[in-house]
């Protein structure tokens, strides 16, 4: 089977699709990862490196008040990056997001979570988002790089699903 970032890039060009990406804990390496794809620049409109809360609010326009009810690492926050980073990107189909905890001091019982959210222009349902967890075994750099061949698999997954092969 093909590298995610191929796989991706091949549905983007198939069915002339552009893509945008929120980032958290992965700090833009999801982004890099398909930005290494040869002529990738007409399909990927790049993204937003939300590292912090105050960077989610201030590039996002995430709520203090919805971060601290649901925790920057959840399903609803991935579900409101993958929507709002799409809202500032006119141009783009799809809007990938990440937000997780990779270590080594997360919260206790949080380390290895993770939430990736997926949102497509018009589709009036939302964004979706779904919980995934690194190997413990792994280091943070391992990790990061796990999660964001994980983001660009499931992007890829979910753009078959609605459009395609």
Do not use: W
């Amino acid at each position: 089977m093909s590298q995610p970032q191929s796989r991706l890039a091949a549905l983007l060009f198939q069915h002339d699709l552009k893509v945008v990406f929120a980032e958290s804990c992965t700090a833009g390496l999801a982004s890099a990862t398909l930005a290494a794809e040869a002529g990738i620049s007409s399909r990927h409109c790049g993204g937003m490196i939300v590292y912090r809360n105050e960077t989610k609010q201030q590039y996002l326009g995430i709520s203090a008040a919805l971060l601290e009810e649901f925790d920057a690492v959840s399903e609803r926050i991935a579900r409101e990056m993958a929507e709002r980073v799409l809202e500032r990107t006119p141009e783009a189909d799809f809007a990938a997001s990440v937000t997780g905890h990779l270590g080594p001091n997360a919260p206790e019982g949080k380390d290895g979570l993770v939430f990736i959210g997926i949102a497509r222009r018009g589709d009036s349902a939302g964004a979706i988002a779904a919980a995934f967890h690194c190997s413990p075994d792994e280091n943070r750099v391992a990790r990061q790089k796990s999660v964001a061949a994980e983001v660009l698999k499931r992007l890829a997954d979910e753009i078959e699903r609605i459009v395609g092969r």
